[in-house]
């Protein structure tokens, strides 16, 4: 099996509805990003997202648009 680097990233709520166009609740992006099997740690302001080895074909660039 081959194995992935584990990929993190840190977003704010503000940067993810910017690039969206919608105002989204740093809730709301942890809830759907977990449900999509992205482990999540809330750092206060910052959401930490944790990239599973199952989605490391998504090009890193597209997750933090």
Known sequence: ???????EIEI???FVSKRVG???SKEE???TLSKLG?????????L???VP???FKIPAPLLVM
Request: net charge positive; hydrophobic share 40%; aromatic share 6%.
């Open 38 to 46: 992205f482990k999540i740690e809330d750092l206060g302001d910052v």
């Open 12 to 14: 704010t709520a503000d």
């Open 29 to 31: 992006i942890a809830c």
């Open 22 to 24: 919608l105002n989204i």
């Open 1 to 7: 099996t081959k194995k992935y680097p584990k990929i």
């Open 48 to 50: 930490k997202v944790i």
């Open 53 to 55: 080895s199952s989605s």
